[in-house]
């Protein structure tokens, strides 16, 4: 049987970067050779795209080159070239791209308009659900629209905090109170997210994240047990069983997240079958809402009194073999190989079905 040709990417320009690295590792490891003969590219923090690179390299030295390449995004066919004219296996040709990349530039659309427009099949979202999924603010419009529960928020950009931030303060304090979260609107991994208590920690954390983003979101603090689950396939998506986070720390932020290794999954989380029903259909239409497309992670709070906030939605989680979205699927049935085969399939039929849209126009 001829092994169809997957091109693994990861690495990226975000904060996210060596996120990527552990993702495609446990990828590259998992994936069924038999069925598929990978390639890798690994994008440096600059951006330059480099053919052969091993993300397991790439964790020891970033400084590893590999053959610099570009992807020809012709249509008609679509191929990587050596920028100094080195041959590349099967002359660069590929069936598949699997983009392990998280963070802007990664899974916000920017990196899914190249791929449109090359005409490539790829793993996750296409440009529309990566956007919605990336963007805070847009997320939570597009969840109101769908009717989901969520905790009130405010959208404040950094220009408004530069020309008067004393009016900031005063919206915030009168619409959301104390404690409220901080978060730049277009970054993932908790980057950028600070707990305010107190006026004080509220400027410092609106200075924080207007560092990384002209847009920040202000949301009223949930007291509430964090839920996730996982959500797999394309327009008749299935949400996994829910997995529950007890954080080391205050809230499960990048550090709690990869480096204090206190924090706890608790797989399947001990919840009313009622509320595991409620979640997972929430799950599916915050899916649908975004439309998202292969595989996302939503989290959710919920309540003492089994009351469900929606949080957010990450249509690139971490995808290492501990991360909580394939764990929730192996506690589903779907062992990670088997779920990185899957992913492979929905990307294929997701481009299958977008090559007849545009040809019946």
Request: proline letters at 6%; one cysteine or more.
């Given at each position: 049987?001829t092994?169809?040709?997957?091109?693994l990417l990861?690495?990226g320009?975000?904060?996210e970067h060596e996120?990527?690295l552990n993702?495609?590792?446990?990828?590259l490891?998992?994936i069924?050779?038999?069925?598929?003969?990978?390639?890798?590219i690994?994008?440096?923090k600059?951006g330059?795209?480099?053919?052969?690179?091993n993300?397991?390299?790439?964790q020891?030295d970033s400084?590893?080159?590999g053959?610099?390449?570009n992807?020809?995004?012709?249509?008609?066919?679509p191929h990587?070239?050596?920028?100094d004219?080195?041959?590349?296996?099967h002359q660069?040709?590929?069936d598949?791209?699997f983009p392990v990349?998280?963070?802007?530039?990664?899974e916000d659309?920017?990196?899914?308009?190249?791929?449109?427009?090359?005409?490539?099949?790829?793993?996750?979202?296409?440009?529309l659900?990566s956007?919605?999924?990336?963007d805070k603010?847009?997320?939570?419009?597009?969840?109101?629209e769908?009717?989901?529960?969520?905790?009130p928020y405010?959208?404040?950009?950094?220009?408004?905090?530069?020309n008067?931030?004393e009016?900031?303060?005063?919206?915030i304090e009168?619409?959301?109170?104390?404690?409220?979260?901080?978060?730049?609107?277009?970054?993932?991994?908790?980057v950028?997210?600070s707990?305010?208590?107190n006026?004080?920690?509220l400027?410092?954390?609106?200075?924080l994240?207007?560092?990384?983003d002209?847009?920040?979101?202000?949301?009223?603090?949930?007291?509430?047990?964090?839920?996730?689950?996982?959500?797999l396939?394309?327009?008749?998506?299935?949400?996994?069983v829910?997995?529950?986070?007890?954080?080391?720390?205050?809230?499960y932020?990048?550090e709690?997240?990869?480096?204090?290794?206190?924090?706890?999954?608790v797989i399947?989380?001990?919840?009313d079958?009622?509320?595991?029903?409620s979640?997972?259909?929430?799950?599916?239409?915050a899916?649908?809402?975004?439309?998202?497309c292969g595989?996302s992670?939503?989290?959710?709070?919920?309540t003492?009194?089994?009351?469900i906030?929606?949080n957010?939605?990450?249509?690139?989680p971490?995808?290492?073999?501990?991360?909580?979205?394939p764990?929730l699927?192996e506690?589903?049935?779907?062992?990670?190989?088997?779920?990185i085969?899957r992913?492979i399939?929905?990307?294929?039929?997701?481009?299958?079905?977008?090559?007849?849209?545009k040809i019946?126009?």
């Amino acid at each position: 049987m001829t092994r169809q040709r997957i091109v693994l990417l990861f690495g990226g320009q975000s904060g996210e970067h060596e996120v990527s690295l552990n993702s495609a590792t446990s990828v590259l490891k998992a994936i069924d050779s038999e069925k598929y003969e990978v390639q890798t590219i690994g994008i440096t923090k600059s951006g330059q795209w480099h053919w052969g690179v091993n993300p397991v390299d790439w964790q020891r030295d970033s400084s590893i080159q590999g053959i610099q390449v570009n992807l020809i995004h012709d249509p008609s066919n679509p191929h990587f070239i050596a920028l100094d004219g080195s041959p590349l296996p099967h002359q660069g040709k590929f069936d598949f791209i699997f983009p392990v990349l998280h963070g802007p530039f990664g899974e916000d659309g920017t990196i899914q308009g190249l791929f449109e427009m090359a005409n490539v099949p790829y793993a996750g979202s296409g440009v529309l659900g990566s956007a919605l999924g990336m963007d805070k603010d847009r997320m939570k419009a597009v969840f109101s629209e769908a009717g989901l529960p969520q905790a009130p928020y405010l959208t404040i950009l950094r220009e408004t905090l530069h020309n008067n931030m004393e009016k900031a303060l005063e919206n915030i304090e009168e619409s959301l109170g104390y404690p409220c979260f901080v978060k730049p609107a277009n970054l993932g991994s908790s980057v950028g997210i600070s707990k305010a208590n107190n006026p004080e920690e509220l400027v410092t954390a609106l200075k924080l994240a207007a560092e990384y983003d002209r847009k920040i979101v202000v949301e009223k603090n949930i007291v509430g047990r964090e839920i996730e689950l996982s959500v797999l396939g394309n327009d008749e998506a299935q949400a996994s069983v829910p997995g529950e986070i007890l954080p080391s720390k205050d809230f499960y932020d990048y550090e709690a997240k990869y480096i204090d290794t206190g924090s706890r999954l608790v797989i399947p989380a001990e919840l009313d079958p009622l509320v595991v029903s409620s979640l997972q259909e929430k799950a599916v239409q915050a899916f649908h809402a975004v439309e998202a497309c292969g595989l996302s992670r939503v989290d959710f709070f919920v309540t003492k009194d089994n009351q469900i906030y929606i949080n957010e939605i990450n249509t690139m989680p971490g995808f290492t073999q501990i991360s909580m979205y394939p764990k929730l699927w192996e506690a589903s049935g779907i062992p990670y190989s088997d779920l990185i085969t899957r992913l492979i399939e929905l990307g294929f039929e997701r481009f299958k079905d977008s090559r007849s849209r545009k040809i019946s126009v």
